[in-house]
């Protein structure tokens, strides 16, 4: 191609594009200077695009500045509003507005956390009223229930701390569960009071809060309210409870006796 004609080509393409770059608007080609980054952004660590520098916020194509509002900081994170308010000021409305702050009560430690009420005082509404503990009672660190239990000895009755009364033969648990008190050992509980266990020949105290109180030795089962010896077959031995027995191999079990198999 001669150098003449190479020249009417280049100024032919131009007159063509010419019309497409008039029809942009200037700041459309502002925004992706070389390499497709606009003004304060940055390409991503990762694949193929770009994120706006902290500060920023993508609208249009371009990265604009965000607007925080009066009593607010940025957050320099890539997502969210991009601020938030300052300790003792909470967002309403797109605004930080001061957190009122009632009598007995105490801005919380984190930003737009709200207030808490002072030891002694809860929360009623927009207010924090006194906790009124009753004779033989105490504050608690809990926030649910009441704000106060029980000295040790009493128990919650409505509103007040009542003594719970410990039979004969029995200590008391502290719990806020039950009846406050438990039987002693060999004793059980019957109608509000701890009655003694009977334990019969050949048999001993257990530990279980069922049944009689008391298992029979090895070598004997509960008949009634008596422990009786186990009678066992020839070819039998006393099994793993200790309370009945089982056929030594190869024998098995038939109208109580071993017989083989």
Sequence with gaps: MSAKRRLCVIACQSLILLPIFIGLPSHALA?????????????KSYGTGWHCNPGYRESDGACAAIDIPEFAYATNRFYGSGWKCSHGFEEIDGACSPILVPANAYLDAHAGGGWKCNRGFRAADDACVAIDVPENGYLNDSHYGPGWQCDRGYRSNGDSCVAIIIPANAYPTYSDYGSGWECRRGYRQVDGTCEGIEVPPNGYLNDSTYG?????????RAD?????????????HVDYSGNGWDCNEPYQKRNGECVLR
Excluded: D, F, H, K
């Design 212 to 220: 009689s109180g008391w298992s029979c030795n090895r070598g004997y």
């Design 31 to 43: 925004q992706a200077p070389s390499g497709g980054v606009p003004e304060n952004a940055q390409a």
């Design 224 to 236: 009634g309210i008596t422990c009786i010896e186990l009678r066992l077959p020839a070819n039998a």
